[in-house]
Each structure stands twice: as C-alpha cells, then as structure tokens.
C-alpha cells in the first residue's frame, strides 16, 4: 500500500471525478469474520481499516469511514500524498479504453472489439468450410 508503483494505497488509479477512493476486505476462515472499507479517501493502509471493522466494529463493511477509523488510531494522510505520476497514468489508460468504444460508435467507426470479433467469425467461417477444427 505505500509503492506508488502499485495500484493500492498510494499510487492509486483515480475515480473518473479524479480523486482517490479505496477499499479493502479482510477475512478470517477460522472464526468467519469478515471487516471491509469502501470510498476511503485519507486512510494511508486501507486493510488496517478493514482489519479495525472486523475487530473494533459490529459491522462488516463501512463506507467513507476515514473519521471513524483515525479515531481508532489508524493513520491519515493528505489526499495528495496518494496522488503519483504512475497512478494518473493508469487512471487516464483506463478512462481511455472506457470512452474509445463510445467516441467510435459516435464517429460511425467499429470498435477493436468489433473487428476482432468479425475476424474471428470470418476465420471460423472458412475453417468449416475447408472442414477443419482450430
């Protein structure tokens, strides 16, 4: 949760309105207890939060509970110290594969996924045609 090189904790991928949201989930098989955040926005590890849940909680998932869980001592941080070059640019690829299908539909142009899946149909046309089996 603290290498910007993954997309956990810091270095994050933002939320489309480009602020960072975390979640975390934590189980234990032997007593079957489960503790989960959802929408963190402050709390530097997110599975110490979930781990808080599960122990320190009657509840087993809490949403936007950053407040709840410095109260519990976990620590906080400034949003910005989640902000990395590396997360933006994951942020930014994956709103770019989620808005191309869209921008092609509205220019009149197939999608990737369109060509390939013609060409897969074209390729398995001519394989029962000559009787063979890919």
Not at 32 to 47: E, F, Y
Not at 113 to 133: M, N
Request: charged share 35%; aromatic share 2%.
């Amino acid at each position: 949760e603290d290498s910007p090189l993954v997309n956990a904790g810091r270095g994050s991928a933002l939320t489309a309105d480009g602020t960072h949201e975390m979640e975390a989930c934590i189980v234990d098989g032997s007593s079957r207890t489960v503790g989960a955040v959802l929408g963190l926005r402050t709390t530097r590890h997110p599975v110490q939060g979930a781990r808080a849940v599960m122990d320190r909680s009657p509840h087993v998932v809490l949403y936007g509970c950053d407040a709840w869980l410095d109260e519990q001592g976990i620590e906080q941080r400034e949003t910005s110290w989640f902000d990395t070059p590396h997360g933006r640019a994951g942020s930014g690829e994956a709103r770019e594969k989620e808005t191309a299908p869209r921008e092609a539909k509205k220019e009149g142009k197939k999608t990737k996924v369109e060509v390939r899946e013609k060409e897969t149909a074209s390729h398995d046309q001519k394989a029962k045609q000559g009787g063979k089996k890919l």
